[in-house]
């Protein structure tokens, strides 16, 4: 993406934050299907899109736990 920018998707229930590259359909699909890897929430419904970012440039902003 432009910028370097990355979709951020955010689990619901512990706050995590996924930053994906080169967002496309195959990919939102994945995220979609995949538990949180920090909380271990299910994923049918969990993840939000937050919006834009940079996982660089915004390290301390976001959960990385």
């Given at each position: 993406?432009?910028?370097?920018?990355?979709?951020?998707?955010?689990?619901?229930?512990?706050?995590h934050n996924l930053f994906v590259?080169?967002?496309?359909?195959?990919?939102?699909?994945?995220?979609?299907?995949?538990?949180?890897?920090n909380c271990g929430q299910r994923?049918?419904?969990?993840?939000?899109?937050?919006?834009?970012?940079?996982?660089?440039?915004?390290?301390?902003d976001y959960n990385w736990q």
């Amino acid at each position: 993406m432009e910028n370097n920018n990355e979709v951020i998707f955010q689990c619901r229930k512990c706050e995590h934050n996924l930053f994906v590259e080169d967002i496309n359909l195959k990919l939102i699909d994945r995220v979609s299907k995949m538990d949180c890897p920090n909380c271990g929430q299910r994923p049918y419904g969990n993840w939000l899109l937050v919006g834009l970012g940079n996982s660089e440039e915004q390290r301390e902003d976001y959960n990385w736990q």
